[in-house]
């Protein structure tokens, strides 16, 4: 049975979604992957499913309920310098996106900040629908990655995985993502990385910009 809370963002041909789309691209082995913005109230019940998750334990909100959910995102929708999006696999919601300015908020005062900096945070839906597929998470962080650097003023992508996930680690240095070091932040120990787009086109691309 189809959860009805999902449905509009669920249905492929959802034209506010279409019309709405930031980013699209195709991977030759899996397919179309795309970015739209997030609403969150109309997509509040599909990030509570993907959050609370047992595999979503890194996110930090195991124990938020729907109205929590919400309050975050609609808080976020509002912050000057933090915004999500939701990202689409062959038109179905299929992973989070949430960019945000380093040098105001997440990393404020614990890194060395350069202009063209920009923060990340990507969430994988933990049960998609069209089950396990090789090489999904990965082509999941390079759809993020061409979307962050479509901005031409952006130079570096920042991130601040917590220390034990050790998956997102491997997945960052796919990437290009260096690491840079541990740092100390309230809710984790991280390990800072960086990737530029030269680093980012070698290792997706074979070669720089």
């Keep these: 049975m189809t959860d009805p809370a999902h449905e509009p963002a669920n249905t492929p041909t959802d034209q506010r979604a279409v019309a709405a789309l930031l980013l699209t691209r195709t991977d030759e082995r899996l397919g179309t992957f ?43 929708a509002a912050a000057e310098h933090h915004d999500a999006y939701i ?31 920009i923060g990340m ?19 999941v962080l390079t759809t993020v990655m061409e979307f962050l650097l479509a901005d031409p003023a952006i130079r570096r992508v920042v991130v601040e995985p917590d220390v034990r996930n050790s998956a ?27 990737c530029t787009r030269d680093l980012f086109d070698a290792a997706t691309r074979g070669g720089a910009r």
């Design 121 to 139: 945070h990507f969430l994988v839906d933990p049960a998609p629908a069209h089950g396990p597929l090789h090489g999904f998470t990965r082509a």
């Design 34 to 76: 795309a970015v739209r913005g997030l609403d969150p109230l109309a997509d509040a019940g599909l990030l509570h499913g993907w959050v609370t998750h047992p595999k979503a334990s890194f996110w930090l909100m195991q124990g938020a309920s729907l109205t929590d959910v919400e309050r975050e995102y609609m808080s976020i």
């Design 168 to 194: 997102v680690h491997a997945l960052n240095e796919a990437v290009g993502f260096q690491v840079v070091e541990k740092i100390a932040k309230p809710e984790k120990e991280a390990l800072l990385s960086v």
């Design 87 to 117: 990202g689409l696999y062959e038109g179905r919601p299929a992973f989070l996106i949430e960019r945000y300015d380093p040098a105001y908020i997440e990393l404020k005062g614990l890194y060395d900040n350069q202009p063209g900096d």
